[in-house]
């Protein structure tokens, strides 16, 4: 069964800085993977996909790569503000969707 | 994109009460739903697969007899948890597929019900 864990948990970063956040996998047998975002007591909303067969994914301050050979995910954030904190999810599609542990994460003004 | 919306978004029960919540899938038909389950600070973690004119396969752990699924047509499915007790209180999810399963497709996902079991 597919295992998806994210690294670190939490993270907490002062305005403006670049941060990595990190997915691993346990098996590489993927169709794609996810990465979403999810405020305080409220639904998911689609960051990122990328598909298995592509390397990353830019939208704005986001970019995401995949390493399919390796089971490894990052999501880079450019020039954090505020408005990011929240909780990022990434999750793979292999061919049920399994999401990772999560990162909570702080930009503090 | 496709839209997927769940009611209610939250419902407070006592316990022994059944409680049903609605997905629908308002741009598309959707053969296959999944309900996920989120307890307070923890990852979503995937109930069961609903599947029209079917039976729902549900994941290990899950009961299927308290979590009734009915995949009744091509734009809606159901989770009744029965009998609800406190424990059950969490966050469902659902989401639809937005392409032909396995073929690389994304995902959309409902708004969520918080479910509170007192």
């Known amino acids: 069964k597919q295992e998806v864990t994210q690294i670190p948990a939490a993270l907490s970063v002062p305005e403006g800085e670049n941060l990595v956040l990190n997915c691993s996998f346990t098996?590489?047998?993927?169709?794609?993977l996810q990465w979403f975002r999810q405020d305080p007591g409220k639904g998911l909303t689609s960051l990122l996909l990328?598909?298995?067969?592509?390397r990353e994914q830019t939208s704005g301050r986001l970019n995401a790569s995949l390493d399919k050979s390796s089971g490894r995910s990052t999501l880079y954030i450019a020039a954090s503000q505020p408005g990011d904190s929240a909780t990022y999810l990434c999750?793979?599609?292999?061919?049920?969707?399994?999401f990772g542990t999560g990162t909570s994460l702080t930009v503090i003004p | 994109g496709a839209v997927v919306s769940q009611h209610p978004s939250r419902v407070i029960c006592k316990s022994g009460t059944s409680v049903k919540i609605e997905c629908r899938s308002l741009d598309f038909q959707a053969t296959t739903m999944f309900w996920y389950r989120q307890f307070p600070k923890q990852s979503l973690m995937l109930m069961a697969t609903?599947?029209?004119?079917?039976?729902?396969?549900?994941e290990q752990g899950v009961e299927k007899d308290k979590f009734l699924i009915n995949h009744a047509s091509l734009t809606l499915s159901t989770l009744t948890v029965t009998s609800a007790h406190p424990e059950d209180s969490s966050f469902y999810i659902c989401?639809?597929?937005?392409?032909?399963?396995?073929?690389?497709?994304?995902?959309?996902f409902g708004p969520g019900t918080r479910l509170t079991v007192l």
């Open positions: 609903s599947n029209e004119g079917s039976k729902a396969t549900y």
């Open positions: 999750a793979v599609y292999s061919p049920l969707l399994y």
């Open positions: 989401s639809v597929p937005g392409g032909l399963a396995g073929g690389g497709d994304t995902q959309y």
């Open positions: 098996d590489s047998a993927i169709y794609n």
């Open positions: 990328i598909q298995s067969s592509q």
